[in-house]
């Protein structure tokens, strides 16, 4: 049952193949626990996806089982803002969750945006 492998690699995810390299990926950081790329259809100037090394199907599953990973998302995901420069400006992190919030892969992942404006409320 796939609940049983929370947190284990997943033959089946793209985003699991990517942290083991057999899937190529710009990169632009690692940590000991975080791999961010850049993504493969940017929405924005900077578009880059913050994922935990380990496999849980959104952000808030991975908040509830490993909570310090979850900071880490976080923090390399301001990291990037900045490396990018697009801090100045303002940046976005969203964690579409759910098919109907646009989520089509399903291993956790940070989206950091910048480079240009957003309006709010996001659409
Ligand atoms: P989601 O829609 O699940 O929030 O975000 C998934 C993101 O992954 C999308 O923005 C999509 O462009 C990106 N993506 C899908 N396949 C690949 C890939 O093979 N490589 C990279 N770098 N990004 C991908
Ligand atoms: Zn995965």
């Known amino acids: 049952e796939a609940g049983s492998m ?4 997943q033959a089946d995810c793209l985003f699991c193949k990517i942290v ?3 899937v190529p990926a710009t990169v632009v950081r690692e940590s000991e626990t975080t791999v961010a790329f850049r993504d493969i259809n940017p929405q924005a100037p900077t578009h ?3 994922i935990p090394r380990v496999h849980y199907p959104d952000a808030g599953s991975l908040a ?3 909570p310090g990973i979850a900071a880490d998302v976080l923090r390399e995901a301001a990291a990037v ?10 940046y976005r992190i969203v964690f579409n ?3 109907g919030a646009g989520q089509t892969v399903f ?3 940070a989206h950091v945006l910048g480079g ?8």
């Open 6 to 9: 929370a947190g284990e690699a």
């Open 20 to 22: 083991a390299g057999e």
């Open 48 to 50: 880059v996806l913050v």
């Open 64 to 66: 509830a089982a490993e």
């Open 81 to 90: 803002a900045n490396q990018e420069k697009a801090d100045g400006t303002g």
């Open 97 to 99: 969750t759910g098919a």
């Open 107 to 109: 291993h956790a992942h």
């Open 116 to 123: 240009r404006g957003f309006n709010w409320p996001p659409g």
